[in-house]
């Protein structure tokens, strides 16, 4: 299904025109318009999932192989360092195009990018309640 108002969807199925990487019946990879370093390429199904909770499984599955794919082709051109494999859900997420995509960012020794988080505490509270929660 396409969602006429999405703009992930005019791009992924070429209504839009775009810097194509790869494309299959699936996917189109493309170069993100704000790259957060050199490379920074967007993975996008071709149908219309909002996120990854609403991802068919043999999409989410294909996606990964995709990653990869492309992550060590990238690799292989731009000679990166590194690679992030980035996919936002939520708008407190930093999700900002409700059309599932996978970041994939190569990094370079002192880029900055900055993906970081300050790591916190895992307390015995919230390891309780995780885990009962899947024990349920
Ligand atoms: P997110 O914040 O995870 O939803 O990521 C959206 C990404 O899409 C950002 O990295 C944007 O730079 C990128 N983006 C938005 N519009 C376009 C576009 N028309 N072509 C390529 N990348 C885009
Ligand atoms: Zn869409």
């Known amino acids: 299904m396409k969602d006429q108002n999405c703009i992930f969807c005019k791009i992924a199925n070429g209504d839009i025109p775009s810097a194509t990487l790869y494309e299959d019946d699936d996917f189109r990879v493309i170069l993100d318009l704000g790259p957060a370093a050199k490379g920074h ?24 192989v995709l990653a990869k ?54 307390t015995e509270e919230d390891k309780a309640e995780i885990l009962v929660g899947f024990s349920e």
């Open 41 to 64: 390429a967007l993975i996008l199904p071709k149908e219309h999932f909002a996120d990854l909770y609403e991802l068919p499984d043999e999409i989410a599955a294909k996606a990964l």
């Open 69 to 122: 794919k492309i992550a060590s082709k990238l690799t292989e051109i731009l000679k990166c360092d590194g690679f992030n494999v980035v996919q936002n859900n939520g708008v407190c997420a930093g999700q900002t195009v409700f059309h599932f995509h996978i970041h994939l960012i190569p990094r370079y020794e002192n880029d900055h990018v900055g993906l970081g988080w300050t790591p916190g505490k895992l």
